[in-house]
């Protein structure tokens, strides 16, 4: 079964233009998650998705960034638009959605966003 | 708010010898926590993990971690380091199905 999957793996860019991450998750995942890691610091929740739904997105940082998840599918986190504080390596990570048990959260590999 | 605290940035240490990566936590209730190994180029990778119960986890490649509550830790050990060992690795906190709170990493360089 393929894991998590994120594109691009890279990205460069240039202040002001718009960037696409895309994520798809395992399939039969309803929870998906967006990390992201600044300047190699900490990893830091952005948002977490209940199949289409936004269930938590107390870390998104301001209003340029936006999360989609049409169809409870993959999900898409759009830049725009882009400012050099936003380069990083942006995480999408997806789990299983069974109550009583603990759902471990899968990582996909990431995408390395750099502002320029 | 749950936090983590990783004091270690960079810890090197020959191969063979023993490892143990420091970690701290700050959560309200019984937390979960996890330890992640990034490998370069690769994504997060499960190590192990506590929820409740034996307060010493076993995991992957070798990995333990012990939980002490009256401490706050979950420190990761490995008896015998292999220089495969080397990356980058997290500890986090969280609930089931919800966020989870990262540490700033411990980087391991593994001598010969």
């Known amino acids: 079964e393929a894991g998590v999957t994120q594109f691009p793996s890279h990205s460069v860019i240039e202040k002001g233009q718009t960037v696409t991450l895309r994520c798809d998750p395992i399939?039969?995942?309803?929870?998906l998650y967006w990390y992201r890691r600044v300047m190699g610091k900490e990893i830091k929740f952005l948002l977490h998705?209940?199949?289409?739904?936004?269930?938590?997105e107390s870390g998104m940082p301001n209003n340029r960034f936006l999360a989609e998840r049409t169809g409870g599918t993959y999900s898409t986190l759009k830049v725009q638009p882009a400012e050099l504080e936003d380069s990083g390596v942006y995480f999408c990570?997806?789990?299983?959605?069974?109550?009583?048990?603990?759902?471990?959260?899968?990582f996909g590999p990431g995408t390395r966003l750099t502002v320029l | 708010a749950q936090s983590v605290t990783q004091p270690d940035i960079h810890i090197t240490v020959s191969e063979g010898a023993s490892l143990e990566l420091r970690c701290n936590y700050s959560?309200?209730?019984?937390?979960?926590l996890f330890w992640y190994v990034q490998s370069p180029g690769q994504g997060l990778q499960l190590l192990l993990k506590?929820?409740?119960?034996?307060?010493l986890v076993q995991g992957i490649k070798g990995f333990e971690a012990e939980f002490k509550r009256s401490q706050s830790s979950f420190n990761l050990r490995k008896p015998s380091v292999h220089w495969s060992d080397a990356a980058e690795y997290f500890c986090?906190?969280?609930?089931?199905?919800?966020?989870?709170?990262f540490g700033d990493g411990t980087t391991l360089t593994v001598k010969p």
């Open positions: 506590y929820f409740s119960g034996d307060t």
């Open positions: 986090a906190v969280g609930a089931n199905a919800g966020k989870s709170t």
């Open positions: 399939s039969g995942h309803d929870n």
């Open positions: 998705f209940v199949k289409e739904s936004k269930q938590d």
């Open positions: 990570a997806s789990s299983a959605l069974t109550s009583g048990f603990y759902n471990e959260q899968f």
């Open positions: 959560y309200g209730a019984t937390p979960y």
